[in-house]
């Protein structure tokens, strides 16, 4: 079965660090460009991160930029994001995505999410 | 930054009616070297991620009912559900997959009447 599966969420204290992990499975991840969306509690959709599928290209939204690193081991077929400096806007359930091939910034496959609380 | 902007903010449409969502981009999402428009449209249910419904404006992703259909150029997009289902009750977000920072509508609730 095709899919992605997001791991790494909890609860962390305002100024902390996560790193989310995102299993694929089904497909091979090095086909792929990858995205990182998130989702704040009864809010609408933001995008984190971006990695094209050979790390060549990254992007990041400029609320994160400096704070997040995206990376990928396509041997593993593993998506990371690194968080530091967390902030209590960063609250949100983050979804692993792929994209439509190697470059592409369409999204066609969402993994379930794993949420992120930064309290202080 | 593209800025899209999604209207009405909810509707709620009879069981068999017609569903319209409407979708603005702060500038052209259409690429002259392909004469691709890069809009997108998901459907995200209570508690699920978001589902690719449209892409390229007006291409239905496999196995999405041919009820949902997508269309617009340059800067206007329109969603529309031909005849509303019970299981199409969802929050519908348009996204412009041309240039990054990726950007979404806010959503558009949609409920039965």
């Known amino acids: 079965e095709v899919q992605l599966v997001e791991s790494g969420g909890g609860l962390v204290q305002t100024g902390g660090s996560l790193r989310l992990s995102c299993a694929a499975s089904?497909?091979?991840?090095?086909?792929?460009?990858m995205k990182w969306v998130r989702q704040a509690p009864g809010k609408g959709l933001e995008w984190v991160s971006y990695?094209?599928?050979?790390?060549?290209?990254?992007y990041y939204a400029d609320s994160v930029k400096g704070r997040f690193t995206v990376s990928r081991d396509n041997a593993k077929n593993s998506l990371f994001l690194q968080m530091n400096n967390l902030r209590a806007d960063d609250t949100a359930v983050y979804y692993c995505a792929r994209g439509y091939g190697s470059a592409s910034f369409l999204i066609n496959l969402w993994g379930q999410g794993t949420l992120v609380t930064v309290s202080s | 930054d593209i800025v899209m902007t999604q209207s009405p903010d909810s509707l709620a449409v009879s069981l068999g009616e017609r569903a319209t969502i409407n979708c603005k981009s702060s500038q052209s999402v259409l690429h002259s070297s392909n004469s691709k428009t890069y809009l997108a449209w998901y459907q995200q249910k209570p508690g699920q991620p978001p589902k690719l419904l449209i892409y390229?404006?007006?291409t239905r992703e496999s196995g999405v009912p041919d009820r949902f259909s997508g269309s617009g150029s340059g800067t206007d997009f329109t969603l529309t559900i031909s005849s509303l289902q019970a299981e199409d009750v969802a929050v519908y977000y348009c996204?412009?997959?041309?240039?990054?920072?990726?950007?979404f509508g806010g959503g558009t609730k949609v409920e039965i009447k």
């Open positions: 390229w404006a007006s």
């Open positions: 990695i094209s599928s050979t790390s060549s290209t990254v």
């Open positions: 089904g497909f091979s991840l090095s086909d792929y460009s």
């Open positions: 996204q412009q997959h041309y240039t990054t920072p990726l950007t």
